[in-house]
């Protein structure tokens, strides 16, 4: 499941996060990074899918 939320974190940033946490913090902070420009909110969205790797397991 972690390549298909890598793969989405490289397409559309915060459908990956959304997978991983839901509609928590970090997903309205990668919708705001993505809107001020992609490269941050897919920067973010790999880092939040590496970090609560072990959280939220699906």
Avoid: C, E, S
């Amino acid at each position: 499941m972690d390549i298909i939320r890598i793969i989405l974190a490289l397409l559309l940033p915060p459908v990956g996060v959304f997978l991983q946490v839901g509609f928590g913090a970090p997903f309205w902070i990668n919708v705001l990074l993505t809107l001020l420009g992609y490269i941050p909110g897919m920067i973010h969205a790999l880092y939040v899918i590496v970090k609560y790797k072990d959280r939220y397991p699906a």
